[in-house]
């Protein structure tokens, strides 16, 4: 008995293993032309208000690539009336756009639909002399139709699985990256909470052992105990700061500040320690435009940024402070010269547990909690802080935004000026 | 007199490597002081301390780095290293490098104590 192959069954068997699109097109159009005989087949998919001609096999070429209104041809009518139909003869047709026709061989055509409860698409056979097709031919025709629908939904649930798993990689590489820099900061903390009460520890013991302390010792040990302590209460202070404002605690008690004021107070603060650093510290252009804030919380976020500057500047570098009025903003910008930053790292300086410098040859202490902090207040103030920076050892750039507060006394203020444009000038 | 027994503290935060050289003075050591692996690895060539105390945490080269170096150098490798560090999880995969690991804080006399051990020598405090 000879084994005939049925073009119907392989199709439908390659199509159940088709993992996309392409390959669901190939298999429609060679089958369809095998079961129907005709002289070309269009595969034609719905995009929106268009067909789609995604893929065809002629006897001369049709409309493969091109797209037309879904009423102005024929696969769109049997999508949009979900049914086959069938055309004799194209010039006795309404429903059949001529001048598209007059290019190609066609002369007669049977149109099925895919998916015909809500059709994504339409296979099309056309012949090069007029021809009716007959129920068998339209009946197989929509039978692939139907196992297309079905493996197109198959590539789409394929896709969709394949997004979601990606989704789900990504948050879970997230999760564990979000982990990972907890447990590097944990470790970090109690690196950093150790160091200066080992300095603490040994000192005490010094003292009490050596039977006779100078007074030039016991100032040295002081000193030494004294910013130890201070370099453990910032420490404390900070994580308290950054637990506090993830729990949303943390508040500010706003009035009207000059911030200009606010700056110079803030760079006299941080002047011994860029002394001490070689660093000049200068304000270079003081406007004085008013906000709402809170001035302790204002000088926590000047002094976090400018001892990050002065900390990431060498010996000789600069650090300028200005504040200036940009329409409705006030801003102050706080640049440096020193240690700049990397575009990979630039994104996340303002992230909680981020340092730009990590590893066992870290130069810098601290948390790296301070522009974490600066951002949580910033926002507090209704404000943003923003970095800058063209890259290592090109400086960096901390820009921070307010809101300028609605001046009542801008009458007096004029009056103010004006009076004092009138006292002579020594 | 007897020389004093050479400690080579290689520390790089100032405050700490200060008090240890006062405290080890103290107790009867001759210090030499280095603020960095690289300055360890130097001091150790040429002042042949009889055992070093290394940080972990320091520029340009760790304690970790220099504790390796020193070990595969003919001359070295004999010193005894004792690592003092603030996060001791740092050597759990190179314990064998040290002859001992004291974590940050750590108690001056438990530092003299775990020399005197390394060097087989009475506690002089």
């Known amino acids: ?426 | 007199m007897t020389t004093p027994t050479k400690v080579l503290v290689a520390e790089d935060y100032d405050d700490a490597r200060d008090v240890m050289a006062l405290v080890l003075e103290s107790a009867g050591f001759q210090v030499i002081e280095a603020r960095d692996g690289v300055e360890a690895l130097d001091a150790a060539r040429a002042l042949k301390p009889a055992v070093i105390v290394m940080d972990m945490f320091m520029p340009n080269m760790d304690g970790l780095t220099a504790t390796r170096a020193l070990r595969d150098e003919p001359g070295l490798r004999r010193i005894p290293v004792i690592a003092q560090t603030a996060q001791p999880s740092v050597v759990s995969g190179a314990r064998e490098l040290f002859d001992a690991v004291l974590a940050k804080p750590c108690s001056p006399d438990l530092l003299i104590r775990t020399i005197c051990d390394v060097l087989g020598l009475e506690p002089a405090v």
């Open chain 1, 1 to 426: 008995m000879e084994l005939v192959r049925d073009p119907l069954l392989d199709a439908v068997t390659g199509l159940a293993s088709a993992r996309d699109e392409v390959t669901v097109c190939a298999i429609v159009r060679k089958a369809a032309r095998a079961l129907t005989g005709a002289d070309g087949v269009t595969f034609v998919l719905r995009e929106g208000n268009h067909c789609y001609y995604a893929d065809e096999d002629a006897i001369a070429p049709l409309w493969k690539g091109r797209r037309f209104p879904l009423e102005t041809c024929i696969s769109g009518w049997a999508m949009l009336n979900r049914t086959f139909t069938v055309v004799p003869d194209i010039l006795i047709d309404e429903r059949i756009p001529q001048d598209v026709y007059r290019a190609t061989f066609v002369k007669s055509l049977a149109m099925v639909p895919v998916r015909r409860e809500d059709p994504i698409g339409a296979i099309g056979a056309y012949w090069a002399r007029p021809h009716a097709a007959s129920a068998d031919e339209v009946g197989v025709l929509q039978s692939l139709a139907d196992a297309a629908a079905l493996a197109l939904h198959n590539v789409q649930l394929d896709a969709d699985l394949q997004d979601a798993l990606r989704l789900e990689r990504q948050a879970r590489s997230s999760a564990e990256e979000a982990s990972r820099l907890k447990d590097d900061f944990l470790a970090l903390l109690s690196h950093e909470l150790r160091t200066p009460l080992h300095v603490i520890n040994n000192w005490l013991w010094q003292l009490k052992q050596s039977k006779d302390n100078s007074v030039g010792m016991l100032a040295r040990a002081l000193d030494v105990i004294e910013r130890n302590t201070a370099l453990q209460s910032r420490l404390v202070d900070d994580l308290l700061d950054v637990s506090r404002a993830a729990a949303g605690k943390l508040s500010i008690d706003s009035k009207l500040v000059d911030l200009g004021a606010t700056c110079e107070a803030a760079v006299e603060i941080a002047l011994p320690a860029a002394r001490e650093k070689k660093v000049a510290l200068e304000l270079t252009r003081a406007e004085h435009p008013r906000i709402w804030g809170d001035p302790d919380r204002l000088q926590q976020v000047l002094w976090n940024v400018l001892s990050n500057a002065i900390k990431f500047s060498p010996a000789g570098g600069q650090v300028a402070v200005s504040v200036v009025r940009d329409g409705s903003r006030a801003v102050i910008e706080i640049r440096d010269n020193g240690a700049g930053v990397t575009a990979e790292f630039l994104p996340h300086m303002f992230d909680r547990f981020r340092q730009g410098e990590m590893g066992m040859t870290r130069r810098q202490g601290g948390l790296g909690l301070g522009l974490t902090i600066v951002r949580e207040l910033m926002t507090l103030h209704g404000g943003t802080a923003t970095a800058e920076s063209a890259g290592p050892q090109q400086g960096t750039t901390i820009r921070l935004e307010f809101a300028i507060a609605e001046e009542p006394q801008a009458q007096s203020e004029v009056l103010g000026q004006a009076l004092r444009s009138k006292v002579p000038v020594h």
